[in-house]
């Protein structure tokens, strides 16, 4: 059985910086994608960045581009997203989920619907 499980939330002053963590557990994750979604208060859950498994190749939201980062580390089946300059309008509970890897684009992976195992989400709040 699949599980993704999320860590490293918490409260964090405009500016600062947080990373996240999800651990991966129940499959062979080389022919998957590991993305991050948000969602705020109100609003519909967003893509916030995805990544390769295998090859570490990496797409990500223009509203985090240049601020966020995606990684994994294959030997502990964990992805990463490290979190800079954060905004109070990235408030929200993050969530990590899998997609299998069946288009050549990342750009397809911005979609909720590819994805089919998600972990149960961590809040991240920022303060101004």
């Known amino acids: 059985q699949v599980q993704l499980v999320e860590s490293g939330g918490g409260l964090v002053q405009a500016g600062g910086s947080l990373r996240l963590s999800c651990a991966a557990s129940?499959?062979?994750?080389?022919?998957?994608?590991m993305g991050w979604f948000r969602q705020a208060p109100g609003k519909e859950r967003e893509f916030v960045a995805v990544i390769s498994w295998s090859a570490g190749s990496t797409y990500y939201a223009d509203s985090v581009k240049g601020r966020f980062t995606i990684s994994r580390d294959g030997a502990k089946n964990t992805a990463y997203l490290q979190m800079n300059s954060l905004k109070p309008e990235d408030t929200a509970v993050y969530y990590c989920?899998?997609?299998?890897?069946?288009?050549?684009?990342?750009?397809?992976?911005?979609?909720?619907?590819?994805?089919?195992?998600w972990g149960q989400g961590t809040q991240v709040t920022v303060s101004s």
């Open positions: 989920a899998t997609a299998p890897l069946t288009y050549y684009s990342l750009s397809f992976y911005t979609d909720e619907y590819e994805y089919d195992y």
């Open positions: 129940g499959r062979t994750f080389s022919s998957y994608a």
